[in-house]
């Protein structure tokens, strides 16, 4: 054993690179004068990791390069997009950090909203017109957790994060947004079976646009252990809203109710998982800049039909409360998708993807949709 090696050891240091990669091919309605066109995206993951017996961090690479309609005058596309994280672990405490980068030209064309680069996403969320924009995002949270005996546990949260258009041109189709978000959470087992959150959470938004936004959160839930294969959650409580739609315009103050519910049922022996939700509040709409009370829902099956061949299937909704006024949204995504693990390494996916949206007194309702064939190779950890 070499000094370098002894000294790793001794200090219990390992070390693990793993590597991926996700290609699809994809048959469109662009919805444009090209009509159906054929799209090719990869995106390659790389992951470097370092643990020790108290702690681990990791270092990615994760960018995703596109060329669109490649039968009606190619659209190159690169997003390049970095991740650190990191997480510190006490007999009763953690301490973690999570912070992304991502930057480059990029579209909607997948149909897959950007929801983890958007600080106000959302399960429904709306997509932009399939421009090319040059986009960018950063996000950074710290996040400290605690426990006190066996009964109550602790959870706080701070984070920073910004994100759209990278130029004025980019921005016509996704403002910029950025603001802080804090969170703090305290959870009590009333049994072995029952949980209860106490939950507060405060939000700015500020856009490029005008609109600024500040939105404080109070639930309490409730979660139930019906049996080892069905849980589910009931949260309520208030939102209070004080935004405006940039200057001169005044501040808005206004409450609203805050509503959500959740089942998940787990059926092994069938090789089923399926998940319902339901949450009614108010969001930042990522377009507008605008506050949107809305009522919206998602549900998620899982079904393995043997041990090789599987089906996904992924469904949302979201419907603007006020949905007789100019500016209301009626968001429709949903997902399809058999999965064949063709060996060890390799899983291939076949499926369709649908987004409708409609935005009331802002024209005719957009309908996109497309089928894919994607692959993921998968190569083994090389650890050290």
């Given at each position: 054993m070499s000094g370098f090696s002894a000294l790793l050891a001794a200090a219990a240091i390992s070390f693990v690179l793993d590597l991926s990669d996700r290609s699809e091919v994809r048959l469109r309605d662009s919805g444009e004068a090209a009509g159906r066109v054929v799209d090719l995206e990869t995106a390659p993951v790389a992951t470097l990791g370092v643990s020790t017996r108290t702690s681990r961090f990791s270092l990615g690479y994760l960018?995703?390069?596109?060329?669109?309609?490649?039968?009606?005058g190619q659209l190159p596309e690169a997003l390049h997009r970095g991740a650190l994280s990191g997480s510190v672990r006490g007999r009763h405490s953690a301490l973690t950090l999570d912070?992304?980068?991502?930057?480059?030209?990029?579209?909607?064309?997948?149909?897959?909203?950007?929801a983890s680069l958007s600080p106000s996403a959302t399960a429904v969320d709306r997509l932009p017109s399939?421009?090319?924009?040059?986009?960018?995002?950063?996000?950074?949270?710290?996040?400290?957790?605690?426990?006190?005996?066996?009964r109550w546990a602790f959870r706080a949260l701070a984070e920073h994060a910004l994100s759209g258009g990278?130029?004025?041109?980019?921005?016509?189709?996704?403002?910029?947004?950025?603001?802080?978000?804090?969170?703090?959470?305290?959870?009590?087992?009333?049994?072995?079976?029952?949980?209860?959150?106490?939950?507060?959470?405060?939000?700015?938004?500020?856009?490029?646009?005008?609109?600024?936004?500040?939105?404080?959160?109070?639930?309490?839930?409730?979660?139930?252990?019906f049996d080892r294969r069905t849980e589910g959650a009931l949260g309520a409580g208030a939102s209070l809203v004080t935004a405006r739609e940039g200057e001169p315009s005044?501040?808005?103050?206004?409450?609203?109710?805050?509503?959500?519910?959740?089942?998940?049922?787990r059926a092994p022996g069938a090789g089923v998982e399926a998940t319902l939700s339901l949450r009614l509040a108010p969001i930042v709409d990522r377009l507008s800049g605008l506050v949107d009370e809305r009522l919206q829902g998602t549900v998620a099956v899982a079904w393995a039909l043997t041990p090789r061949l599987a089906l996904r299937t992924q469904f949302g909704a979201a419907q603007s409360v006020q949905w007789d006024r100019d500016g209301a949204v009626t968001l429709i995504l949903g997902e399809a998708a058999f999965l064949a693990r063709a060996s060890p390494a390799t899983r291939i996916e076949l499926g369709t993807r649908v987004a409708s949206q409609d935005t009331r007194g802002a024209g005719a309702p957009s309908t996109r949709w497309l089928t894919f064939a994607g692959a993921t190779f998968t190569l083994p950890s090389v650890r050290f």
């Open positions: 960018p995703r390069f596109t060329l669109r309609q490649i039968d009606a912070c992304d980068l991502a930057r480059g030209n990029t579209s909607f064309t997948s149909l897959v909203p950007l399939p421009s090319t924009i040059e986009y960018l995002s950063s996000r950074a949270t710290v996040a400290a957790t605690t426990s006190l005996g066996s990278a130029d004025a041109r980019s921005r016509e189709v996704i403002p910029f947004q950025s603001g802080p978000r804090g969170a703090f959470r305290a959870t009590i087992a009333l049994s072995r079976r029952d949980h209860l959150a106490s939950a507060i959470e405060v939000s700015r938004t500020l856009f490029s646009t005008g609109p600024d936004s500040v939105i404080g959160e109070a639930t309490e839930a409730w979660r139930h252990v005044a501040w808005i103050t206004r409450l609203y109710p805050v509503a959500d519910a959740t089942l998940t049922h």
